[in-house]
């Protein structure tokens, strides 16, 4: 089946849009000290103009409030709303966002729907996704948090962390353990917990290499979480009791691949400023674009990111005509070979700039330290390839002999090819 990222004409004239859009009026706000507040007043008007613009929350059908893109067309998009953390959010699908929104029009009660979903794609709320827990790490079957059911309420009590955006939600999605006594793939659940709730506390946000010290308001820390016989309505159960790891399935994967799509463009900036400098900078003679070692970077690192773009929109383009799930192997190369490439790219951009690169006068320093949690998060890269090593390995069969044999193989072809073979030598 051949393959096609083309888009139309008219979409093309969007993205030509939004590449401008992004660059002239979203990137500059890196440079600002903001509180909240003011990013708020700043972003609002520019919010709008991609409402406008029928660009508002691509990653949903319509009839959801989405744009309905299909996942080529948005991974397109998020190739350039990737280049900037701010960009995301402005168009209304930013992570834990945007997979939130995702989970519960899977899985969503109309209510639950009309509540959170419709709220959180308005942009009037924020969410949180609390999956991770200390002692269990990339192993989910591991979870420890409880929810009970008592009467028309569930009792919630466990330890979670690393819960992206929890200090500045108005609610989480909590990943529990309803049934132990079954398989962990079908006793865990999904239960929405507004954040006030009496019980819930949020410890902190975790200092992290990509803002060990800088206020998580702009964009959300990962904050360690702690329920304490924290009790919300039985209807706040997402989907059914034992339905947490298909959900967290089908959340997790589009959320995987829209990284992806975005490192594509944060890639492409580190990429740009490596160029730029390979141009600008004389030593030893001559400009580092004429050193081989330079030479070698460029190439390199333009043959990798070709390399992801291309599996990255062919992930996409497999979504969009046979559905996530059927996608797997597809989406868990891209996660780990983008990770990969995302880091090698800044780090060869911040090389070529020595200690420039290494200052906090570039963005590079952050993008890199960014960068190296995309080895981790939604599961780390050895957790992906393991499984992809495994799809594929399901695909052969052990053998005595090797299939490409030599001796073996031309014992076959003598007795296939006999006839010929005896006229040949009759000739002779």
């Not at 660009?55 to 350039?80: C, N, S, T, Y």
């Not at 039985?234 to 959320?255: I, K, M, S, T, W």
């Amino acid at each position: 089946m051949a393959w096609d990222f083309s888009t139309e004409p008219e979409f093309e004239a969007q993205l030509e849009w939004m590449r401008g859009f992004v660059r002239e009026e979203i990137i500059p706000l890196e440079v600002l000290d903001l509180d909240r507040a003011a990013f708020d007043r700043i972003t609002a008007p520019l919010k709008e103009q991609v409402r406008e613009r029928g660009l508002w929350a691509a990653h949903l059908p319509p009839e959801l409030g989405g744009g309905g893109f299909g996942q080529v067309r948005l991974g397109l998009m998020h190739e350039i709303l990737g280049q900037c953390r701010y960009a995301p959010g402005i168009f209304g699908n930013q992570a834990p966002d945007s997979g939130n929104a995702e989970l519960l029009a899977i899985g969503g009660s109309p209510e639950q729907q009309e509540r959170w979903m419709h709220p959180l794609l308005r942009g009037e709320l924020r969410s949180c996704f609390s999956m991770t827990e200390p002692g269990a790490g990339a192993d989910p079957t591991l979870l420890t948090t409880r929810a009970v059911l008592d009467g028309d309420d569930y009792v919630i009590d466990g330890h979670k962390w690393f819960s992206s955006n929890a200090s500045v939600a108005d609610f989480l999605i909590v990943m529990c353990v309803t049934d132990p006594d079954v398989s962990p793939y079908q006793g865990s659940s999904m239960i929405i917990v507004p954040v006030d709730t009496p019980g819930v506390t949020i410890v902190r946000d975790i200092p992290v290499m990509d803002h060990p010290t800088r206020s998580p308001a702009l964009y959300g820390g990962h904050a360690e979480v702690l329920y304490e016989g924290v009790r919300v309505p039985r209807e706040n159960l997402v989907g059914n009791p034992g339905d947490g790891f298909r959900l967290a399935q089908q959340r997790l994967g589009p959320g995987r691949i829209h990284h992806a799509m975005r490192w594509l463009g944060q890639s492409r900036r580190a990429f740009d400023m490596l160029c730029e400098r390979a141009v600008s900078r004389h030593t030893h003679g001559s400009v580092l674009a004429d050193k081989q070692m330079v030479q070698d970077w460029v190439a390199t690192s333009a043959a990798e990111m070709q390399a992801a773009r291309l599996m990255t929109l062919h992930a996409a383009w497999t979504m969009d005509r046979v559905g996530a799930a059927n996608a797997r192997l597809e989406i868990g190369m891209v996660k780990y070979w983008g990770a990969k490439v995302l880091h090698d790219v800044i780090d060869r951009a911040i090389q070529v700039h020595g200690s420039l690169g290494f200052s906090g006068d570039l963005p590079l320093e952050e993008m890199y330290r960014a960068a190296r949690a995309a080895r981790i998060y939604d599961g780390p890269d050895e957790v992906h390839k393991a499984t992809v090593a495994k799809r594929i390995l399901r695909g052969y069969a052990p053998v005595d002999v090797p299939t490409e044999h030599v001796p073996t193989r031309a014992a076959a072809a003598r007795e296939r090819f006999a006839a010929h073979l005896d006229l040949v030598t009759a000739d002779l």
